[in-house]
């Protein structure tokens, strides 16, 4: 399990406030936008973010883009007419309601701005207190943790179902524990680690960047996920990846070419013994058998040897993450919505009741 130091996560916040607490987003992400504020209850200092509606913000502030609008175009990636034309009429028909009943005025708390944002053990947590705060200072808000996983956070979601939340499922994540025992086990790892290794004996990977690296590297982030996946993706700018690796929130691997080029990014949040990888970024113009995606992964496999660290992997290619020893979970959301008006309630109840009855099954029919 997961083992996040209070002390660590509180100065990691601390640090991440001090980047963007009270200052405009967009600068930092371009398609966000979202008041930063905090919750110090208890000894936790939550990094939280406030929406009220605001139009077109990305996925990891909006769950209406989460739940509507990027479920529509999963959705399409499914290529099964005879399944996607009624799930996209239900996806529209649910994107309508949800906008009606306001399920963007919304108020995450421990929201990173990442994909997967990482907790605190929970007996380390005041949550009654959390929550009693959170409810006095956005009455008018829905109250939001995203990011939690059935493995990692199975007693965040029972203690928050308990307290009246929601739990909406989101996306299938890919999780990793014993990353050495792995890389014996899975030729297709091994294989990634020795190409990694290789690239580090010729001396490709590097640590160490310019502003016109920083430039570069949200470049290949934005080719791949916002070009390549969607672009309702964050769409992170250089100056949100700058501040973020000189503060140390970030830590990142890189991939040169022989010029000296950088072709392959990856960045690294690290708390406690967990590690994810919110930036991902390679040149797709290059072929495929160099293998810069592979040897990519490899970084974050090769800092969990290392660091003996537990490792989630996110959603997305779940096949490659699957041949490497990637255990599926599903990920939620826990909503609580129970002070709000009845149609923001109901629209929250119908979501948790639809997407875990026809959302979870498709992700774990179809692998996704």
């Given at each position: 399990?997961p083992?996040?130091?209070?002390?660590?996560?509180?100065?990691?916040?601390?640090?991440?406030?001090?980047?963007?607490?009270?200052?405009?987003?967009?600068?930092?992400?371009?398609?966000?936008?979202?008041?930063?504020d905090?919750l110090?209850?208890g000894?936790?200092?939550?990094?939280?973010?406030?929406?009220?509606?605001?139009?077109?913000?990305?996925?990891?502030?909006s769950?209406?883009?989460?739940?509507?609008?990027?479920?529509?175009?999963?959705?399409?990636?499914?290529?099964?007419?005879?399944?996607?034309?009624?799930?996209?009429?239900?996806?529209?028909?649910?994107?309508?309601?949800?906008?009606?009943a306001?399920?963007?005025?919304?108020?995450?708390?421990?929201?990173?701005?990442?994909?997967?944002?990482?907790?605190?053990?929970?007996?380390?947590?005041?949550?009654?207190?959390?929550?009693?705060?959170a409810t006095?200072?956005?009455?008018?808000?829905?109250?939001?943790?995203?990011?939690?996983?059935?493995v990692?956070?199975?007693?965040?979601?029972?203690a928050?179902?308990q307290?009246?939340?929601?739990?909406?499922?989101?996306?299938?994540?890919?999780?990793?524990?014993d990353v050495?025992?792995?890389?014996?086990?899975?030729?297709?790892?091994?294989?990634?680690?020795?190409?990694l290794?290789?690239?580090?004996?010729?001396?490709?990977?590097?640590?160490?960047?310019?502003d016109?690296?920083?430039?570069?590297?949200?470049k290949?982030?934005?080719?791949?996920y916002?070009?390549?996946?969607?672009?309702?993706?964050?769409?992170?700018e250089?100056?949100?990846?700058?501040?973020?690796?000189?503060?140390?929130?970030?830590?990142?691997?890189?991939?040169?070419?022989e010029?000296?080029?950088?072709?392959?990014?990856?960045?690294?949040?690290?708390?406690?013994?967990?590690?994810?990888?919110?930036?991902?970024g390679?040149?797709?113009?290059?072929?495929?058998?160099?293998?810069?995606?592979?040897?990519?992964?490899?970084?974050?496999?090769?800092?969990?040897?290392?660091?003996d660290?537990?490792?989630?992997?996110?959603?997305?290619?779940?096949?490659?993450?699957?041949?490497?020893?990637?255990?599926?979970?599903?990920?939620?959301?826990?909503?609580?919505s129970?002070?709000?008006?009845?149609?923001?309630?109901?629209?929250?109840?119908?979501?948790?009741a639809?997407?875990?009855?026809?959302?979870?099954?498709?992700?774990?029919?179809?692998?996704?």
């Amino acid at each position: 399990m997961p083992v996040v130091p209070i002390d660590e996560f509180n100065r990691r916040a601390a640090t991440f406030l001090q980047i963007h607490r009270q200052r405009p987003t967009p600068p930092f992400i371009a398609n966000v936008q979202t008041a930063i504020d905090a919750l110090d209850v208890g000894g936790v200092l939550f990094p939280v973010s406030v929406n009220d509606a605001e139009p077109d913000n990305a996925w990891i502030c909006s769950p209406l883009t989460t739940y509507a609008r990027y479920a529509a175009e999963e959705i399409d990636r499914l290529g099964q007419p005879w399944l996607t034309t009624p799930l996209r009429w239900l996806a529209g028909g649910m994107g309508r309601w949800l906008q009606r009943a306001r399920i963007d005025r919304a108020v995450a708390i421990n929201n990173w701005l990442v994909s997967t944002n990482v907790y605190p053990q929970l007996r380390d947590v005041a949550l009654d207190q959390v929550l009693d705060a959170a409810t006095t200072r956005w009455p008018t808000h829905a109250l939001w943790f995203r990011s939690l996983n059935t493995v990692h956070h199975a007693d965040w979601l029972d203690a928050l179902s308990q307290r009246g939340f929601t739990l909406v499922p989101s996306r299938q994540v890919y999780l990793f524990s014993d990353v050495a025992a792995l890389a014996h086990q899975h030729a297709d790892l091994k294989r990634d680690l020795v190409l990694l290794h290789r690239a580090a004996h010729q001396h490709a990977v590097c640590t160490q960047f310019t502003d016109e690296d920083f430039r570069r590297i949200a470049k290949l982030y934005a080719e791949l996920y916002i070009d390549k996946y969607s672009g309702l993706n964050p769409h992170y700018e250089w100056t949100l990846i700058k501040a973020w690796s000189l503060a140390g929130l970030l830590q990142l691997k890189g991939i040169r070419d022989e010029d000296g080029v950088l072709q392959g990014i990856v960045g690294l949040f690290r708390f406690g013994n967990l590690l994810t990888s919110p930036i991902v970024g390679y040149n797709t113009a290059l072929p495929l058998k160099l293998g810069l995606y592979r040897m990519l992964a490899a970084a974050v496999m090769k800092q969990a040897i290392d660091d003996d660290c537990l490792v989630n992997l996110s959603a997305g290619v779940a096949h490659f993450k699957r041949q490497r020893g990637g255990q599926p979970a599903i990920e939620y959301s826990a909503v609580l919505s129970r002070h709000l008006p009845g149609r923001t309630r109901r629209a929250i109840g119908t979501l948790g009741a639809v997407t875990r009855h026809i959302g979870v099954p498709i992700m774990q029919r179809y692998k996704l």
